[in-house]
């Protein structure tokens, strides 16, 4: 009989959750396999184990329960419903993707700014992404509402961008679909930014006042920016749709910086959490060593 390697793999993750199933929780291997949470890696997290379909696949062996592709609207679409079509058959939700992204080397667009030009061009991405979303089976799409401009008041920008919010809303909220705007630390990472914290999110997405309106909250960026990640989620809770990790500094997995991912979790438990958290990260270790640190990392902080 030959084995394929897929096989192997299978076999091997079947072996380790059966370990898992007799350590004295009484739960099946199946159950013991799978994570708690939602937590999604996404392509790169497991590259030694081959192309995005087969690093999807080890991330079910694993007992990973979601995926997210921030590159997926650029893909092509025979690539978007082969991915589509590995999640589903694996029962994996599909995490994010980029509906519209900043031209970072040109520090554009400015959605607060006098010319409406790049407006438009942002809802354009916005209708343009609705097809994406249904070949991907996705629910959840990445905005980042672009550049200050630092001749304008902020108060009028912010009033423009929860406009073309909301003008966005009309676009996807007739599909179910949830646009998660995502603020960046200005600190290390993205100098100019708009939407710097959660909470600057939370009064946008307030003011476009739409269930198609939410706020990303990447509490790598979070931590960096403002700290005071448990209390700045319980504030803004009721407009954050989507969660993202990574640790700081170095933005890799749980346990490498100074981030109490242990108590985020215990704390998204009680919450009854039940959506995606992306893994928004890097490995800390290169290669197959890397890889498997991952996945105790986020055994380790699902376990609290």
Known sequence: MNLSRRTVLVGGAAVTAAAAATTGSGASAQNAARFSLGYAPHE???????????????????????????????????????????????????????????????????LGADDDSDRQAFLADIRASVDVAKRLNAKWMTVVPGFLDRKLPVEIQTGRIVDTMRRAAEIVEPHGLVMVMEPLNTLVNHPGVFLRTIPQGFAVARGADSPAVKVLADLYHEQIQAGNLINTMAACWDEIGYIQFGDNPGRNEPGTGEINYRNVVRWLRAKNFAGVIGMEHGNSIEGRAGEERLVAAYRAIDAA
Do not use: C, H
């Not at 696949?57 to 589509?84: H, L, P």
């Not at 058959?89 to 519209?100: C, E, N, Q």
């Open 44 to 110: 790169g997290s497991f590259k030694s184990r081959g192309n995005r379909l087969e690093q999807i696949a080890y991330a079910a062996d694993m007992g990973f329960t979601a995926w997210e592709d921030n590159e997926a609207a650029g893909r092509s679409v025979a690539e978007q419903t082969a991915m589509a079509r590995a999640l589903q058959r694996r029962g994996m939700t599909m995490g994010v993707f980029v509906a519209s992204m900043p031209r970072w080397s040109e520090f554009r667009p400015v």
